[in-house]
Nanobody, 123 residues
């Protein structure tokens, strides 16, 4: 069982570079592949980024590639999403998710979810 708690959201300006954090409970955090997803108002939840359990492989949605960076610190049981050059279209609730095994890009493939943190980007 893994419990996930996101933080770092809020109201930011276009072009800002906030960092989201996702703190995980449990002693087996290093066994989980981790993902970030987001859901904008009226839209479906979409993949943003993922990192393998080893931290050696990362994957990004085309819409954030080159602007966002996912990383993990297993000593702190935390995964991060560094967001640079934010745009108003990045406004969404951002969710952290965990799964055993290989990384994946579909929400239904993840077993554990946080409650999300809202990021609002003003122009």
């Amino acid at each position: 069982q893994v419990q996930l708690v996101e933080s770092g959201g809020g109201l930011v300006q276009a072009g800002d570079s906030p960092r989201l954090s996702c703190a995980a409970s449990g002693r087996t955090f290093s066994s989980y592949a981790m993902g970030w997803f987001r859901q904008a108002p009226g839209k479906e939840r979409e993949f943003v980024a993922a990192i393998s359990w080893s931290g050696t492989s990362t994957y990004y949605a085309d819409s954030v590639k080159g602007r966002f960076t996912i990383s993990r610190d297993d000593a702190k049981n935390t995964v991060y999403l560094q967001m640079n050059s934010l745009k108003p279209e990045d406004t969404a609730v951002y969710y952290c998710a965990a799964k055993i095994g290989r990384v994946a890009g579909q929400p239904w493939e993840y077993e554990y979810w946080g409650k999300g943190t809202l990021v609002t980007v003003s122009s």
